[in-house]
């Protein structure tokens, strides 16, 4: 317990005393100052405070306001008086832990510019003619669809996904065979339930797919990944299925090799497994015309996994399955009586735009916008870091820049400094994968988030951050 008293600066802080010479209730801007102090553990419990005359005299305040303001703390607790011992701060009156609010303020400043992977600049979304489909829909809505929700999802976008799949992507179904869900990761969530484990998973890939599929109880062994995609050869007759990326390989780069293709769907059929195709932006390339669904090679044996995350916004929290007959019903008991996860008028939403025809513009706009990034990229990447090569096909919302061995780490560190976000290829690296074949170092750099303003700056600090020749 401290026995000489505090002085006013230390109680009130540098500012304070010129509110207090201003107008207005003095009486109550010191109190609040003094309850600041003690919240915020400048005034500790027990601490002495100085005469109410002394205090007066410091901040040229009338005796009684001070006073005054000593009473009402003792009476509300904050302070305490006793005879021949002065006011101290109450034992009571301990200083709050951290706010929310605070510790957010105590964290580190959010990058410059942003280049992870997977998020579509939100100022595209394409807000005049969705608004446009919503008011159709709406005044189409029948009835029941403001009523519980069906599992299946809405028939309206089943059929109109069932008609935009298989003329864009070469998917053979029907709206049956369609269940809707709130994204690939609902409807991994799904399938762990169903099909059950263990299941291979491509060596590199998002660890976020790999945690829910082990939050399930599913196991996951790694299967080699190179310039052609899956090594398909590596399947075992033990994995119940096998997730793989084969339009545009994540996050390295590559298709799956026509003959790794038809592998994958030959295993399914002699072990009786499932391939659960990802095919989380297979509109997205810009060299050629998209490569076709593997799920076209035989539906029975292949899940395909689709959202509009990429496309248009991962707010919108749409996503399908276009699954075997025979696993549309264990899904949909696993999914439950009632729908849950997305809107009904979003799905109502989403099934105009696809059939007006808005959707195919807004993928052929997005298709132009992100290949100018990624060309923009290219064309940096040669006039300020030539060493530097991007790997994989000129596809999707991301590219890989290859690095030296042993400079991945550095480089991570170096964009940060640089006000930088971007994740090193590590990261993405399945936790069992073993072997030099295995491990590469490199940037997984996502060009599509970025507004046009900082793009170009964003790659400047970008190529900043990469080693030297």
């Known amino acids: 317990m401290t026995d000489s008293w505090v002085n006013s600066a230390e109680i009130l802080g540098s500012d ?10 003095r009486r109550a801007v010191l109190m609040r100052a003094l309850r600041e102090a003690i919240r915020n553990g400048r ?34 607790g904050w302070l305490a008086a006793r005879q021949g011992s002065g006011t101290r701060v109450a034992e009571r009156a301990a200083p709050l832990t951290r706010t929310y609010r605070q510790r957010t303020r105590e964290r580190p400043a959010r990058p410059v510019h942003d280049l992870v992977q997977g998020r579509p600049d939100p100022s595209v979304f394409p807000r ?10 709406l005044d189409r809505a029948p009835h029941d ?20 799949l298989a003329r864009v992507r070469g998917v053979r179904t029907s709206p049956e065979r369609i269940v809707l869900c709130s994204g690939a990761a609902h409807g991994l969530r799904l399938l762990a339930d169903v099909v059950g484990g263990p299941w291979a998973v491509e060596a590199y890939g998002l660890p976020f797919h790999r945690e829910l599929l082990a939050g399930h109880g599913v196991r996951t062994r790694p299967v080699t990944v190179d310039e052609h ?116 008028t979003e799905q109502l939403t989403l099934a105009d735009f696809v059939e007006s025809g808005s959707y195919d513009r807004q ?59 971007v994740d090193g290829l590590s990261s993405y690296l399945h936790p069992a994968a073993v072997g030099a074949a295995a491990r590469r170092d490199g940037l997984v750099v996502g060009y599509a988030t970025p507004p046009e303003h900082a793009y170009e700056e964003a790659l400047a600090a970008l190529c900043r951050a990469l080693p030297p020749e």
């Open 16 to 25: 304070l005393p010129l509110e207090l010479s201003g107008t207005g209730n």
């Open 229 to 344: 995609g899956a090594r398909i050869g590596e399947l075992g007759r033990r994995e119940r299925a096998v997730l793989l990326t084969p339009a545009h390989q994540f996050p390295t780069g590559g298709p799956l090799h026509p003959e790794r293709r038809a592998a994958a769907v030959d295993w399914a059929r002699a072990t009786g497994g499932l391939v659960v195709e990802d095919d989380y932006d297979g509109e997205f390339r810009y060299d050629r015309q998209p490569v076709g669904a593997v799920q076209g090679l035989d539906p029975e044996h292949v899940v395909l996994l689709g959202s509009v995350s990429k496309s248009l916004s991962p707010t919108l929290r749409i996503g399908w399955m276009v699954l075997p007959e025979r696993l549309v019903d264990g899904v949909l008991t696993a999914k439950g009586e009632r729908e849950q996860w997305s809107s009904a």
């Open 128 to 137: 005049t003619a969705w608004l446009a489909s919503a008011r159709r829909a």
């Open 363 to 421: 993928v052929r706009r997005m298709r132009q916008r992100h290949r100018r990034r990624r060309d923009q990229l290219v064309a940096a990447l040669e006039r300020r870091a030539p060493q530097v090569r991007v790997s994989g096909i000129a596809a999707g919302l991301h590219a890989v820049l290859e690095l030296p061995r042993g400079t991945e780490r550095s480089v991570v560190r170096a964009a940060a400094w640089q006000g930088l976000a």
């Open 43 to 76: 005034l500790a419990p027990g601490t002495r405070l100085p005469p109410y005359r002394s205090l007066a005299v410091d901040l040229g305040l009338a005796r009684n306001t001070v006073a005054d303001a000593y009473a009402e703390l003792v009476a509300e």
């Open 145 to 164: 669809a403001f009523g519980p929700g069906d599992p299946h999802g809405r028939p309206e976008l089943r059929e109109a996904l069932t008609a935009y």
